[in-house]
C-alpha cells in the first residue's frame, strides 16, 4: 500500500447525478488490456503487490472507484449500475476485469451491461447469494460504520488479519487501517450500501454474463466465503472457483503470488499456460450447495515477498 505513484493523485470534478464521473487513474505496462478494481474503502494502492507480475504481461490501469483515493465523492443512492458505468466510460475496448470484493461486484455488473468491453472477469473476494444470516451480518457492519466509524475500521482490519499476519507485517496493517479511517464518511456509507445489497439484484442475472469468468477466495476469508465462490461458478456459465487455503480476504496483498497466477492464467498470459487448459488431475468433490464440481489442486511454487507459507489453489469448474 505504500508505493509512491509516478505524479501527483488529483481529485477530480464531480459530475451531475446519473453521468459516468471521470475516475482518477493510472496505467502500467503494455499489452492486452486489463483493469483492477478495488474493495469498498479502499483504493488501487491494495494491488500494489500484485502490479508487477500483471504489468509485465497486461496494460493494466488501476482505478480509484466513485467515492474512493481521488475519484469524485459518491452521493448517496449511488447505485452498482452507476458505479459500473464509471469503469465502462473509461474503457476503450475489450479489456479483462479484475475486481475485488465490491470491485468484484462491479466487474459482474459491466459483464452484464457492456459484455463487449468484457474480455474475461476475476471475481476476487466477491460476495453472492448471501444468506438470511450473512446479509444480517454486513447488515451490522453497515450500522456499525454509521454509528463508529473509527470502531467499524479497527473490526474490518481484525477480520482480514490474521493475528500472525499482523505481527509479521505490521505496517501493511497500519496502512490499511490509515487507507479506511481517510475515507469520506458519507461516500463510504453510499458505497458500503451498494456492498451490503448488490448481490441480491444480481443473482438472477448472472447466466447471462458471457465473459469467461473465475471467482477465486480465501479458504479462512469470512465475509467471502468459498461457499459464494462456488455459487459463482455454478451460476455463471462455465465459470471456475479457486479457493487458496488458509487465506484471508486481502488476497491482492496476502497471497500476490497465487492471485497473479489465478488472473494471468484466466487472461490467458501465463507463460506456458492456455487459459482454457484443464491438464491437472480432476476429482470430484461436492459444493456446500451440493452440486458437483471437479476440483484441481495447481502448484504455485516458492512464495517470495508475500504471506509465508501461503498454500497453493484448489480450482474448481463447471462440469
Do not use: K
Not at 278 to 299: L, V
Amino acid at each position: 500500500m505504500g508505493r509512491s505513484e509516478a505524479g501527483a493523485r488529483v481529485r477530480v470534478p464531480a459530475s451531475p447525478a446519473g453521468v459516468p464521473v471521470a475516475l482518477s487513474h493510472e496505467t502500467h505496462g503494455d499489452g492486452p488490456e486489463l483493469v483492477l478494481l478495488h474493495g469498498v474503502g479502499l483504493d488501487r494502492r491494495m494491488w500494489d503487490r500484485c502490479l508487477p507480475a500483471l504489468a509485465a504481461r497486461h496494460r493494466v490501469t488501476l482505478v480509484d472507484l466513485r467515492g474512493h483515493g481521488a475519484s469524485p465523492a459518491a452521493a448517496a443512492g449511488v447505485s452498482l449500475a452507476e458505479l459500473a458505468a464509471d469503469v465502462g466510460a473509461l474503457l476503450t475496448g475489450p479489456t479483462h476485469v479484475v475486481g475485488f470484493s465490491l470491485g468484484a461486484l462491479v466487474a459482474q455488473r459491466l459483464g452484464l451491461d457492456r459484455p463487449e468491453l468484457t474480455a474475461s472477469l476475476t471475481l476476487v473476494s466477491s460476495v453472492a447469494g448471501r444468506s438470511e444470516e450473512e446479509r444480517a451480518a454486513v447488515a451490522r457492519r453497515q450500522e456499525l460504520a454509521a454509528q463508529d466509524f473509527g470502531a467499524s475500521a479497527w473490526a474490518a482490519v481484525d477480520r482480514w488479519f490474521s493475528p500472525a499476519w499482523r505481527a509479521q507485517d505490521p505496517e501493511l496493517a497500519r496502512q490499511v487501517l490509515d487507507t479506511l479511517l481517510a475515507n469520506d464518511r458519507a461516500s463510504y456509507l453510499a458505497c458500503y450500501r451498494v456492498f451490503a445489497t448488490a448481490d441480491t439484484g444480481l443473482w438472477r442475472w448472472l447466466p447471462r454474463i458471457a465473459a469467461p469468468t473465475v471467482a477465486v477466495t480465501g479458504e479462512r476469508d469470512p465475509g467471502s466465503t468459498p461457499a459464494m465462490s462456488h455459487r459463482l461458478a455454478d451460476r455463471i456459465p462455465g465459470a471456475r472457483a479457486v479457493i487458496v487455503p488458509g487465506a484471508r480476504h486481502l488476497l491482492p496483498l496476502e497471497c500476490p503470488r497465487e492471485l497473479t497466477d489465478v488472473i494471468l492464467t484466466r487472461t490467458g498470459a501465463h507463460a506456458g499456460t492456455d487459459a482454457d487448459a484443464d491438464t491437472d488431475t480432476d476429482t470430484d468433490t461436492g459444493t456446500d450447495a451440493g452440486n458437483r464440481t471437479g476440483s484441481r489442486t495447481r502448484s504455485h511454487g516458492s512464495h517470495t515477498g508475500t504471506h509465508p507459507g501461503a498454500p497453493t489453489g484448489q480450482e474448481s469448474h463447471r462440469s
